[in-house]
């Protein structure tokens, strides 16, 4: 999917989505690039609602793959993940407007997974959730 994106990267490419903010989140590793937690992305994933996808159909030209995703074009992929409230964990929003991935959501994605990037994230993502979370 070419080009690794830095942070300014990803936020540009994200401001060139033609889906509303409040209908989408972005997950994986540009998350945790928008988070500060890694570098760069290689492509950008997201979360979308049933109506987030609605907006991507009219302007986009979809292919779906067989794992249940979408490409909405050579940088982006989507899956549809229903609506907000009916997901176990809520999207966590940044300052900039953009929603993530639930940071705790993802650690058990990471923790169940068994592919190298993603169990190489694990001592990343842990040591973020500590930092941001202790108790004091």
Known sequence: MGNRMNRKELIDLLNTLKIDKEEFWILSSGALVLRDIYQDAGDLDIAVTNKGLEQLKINYILKQKDNGWYTVN???????????????????????????????????????????????RIPLVEDYINNRYKKS
């Not at 964990?89 to 650690?107: A, S």
């Open 74 to 120: 050579e940088k982006v992929e989507c899956v549809c993940d229903g609506d907000k409230e009916n997901l176990k964990y809520m999207p966590e929003r940044l300052e900039n407007g953009y929603y993530v991935q639930n940071i705790f959501e993802y650690i058990e994605y990471l923790k169940s997974s068994s592919r190298e990037k993603d169990i190489s």
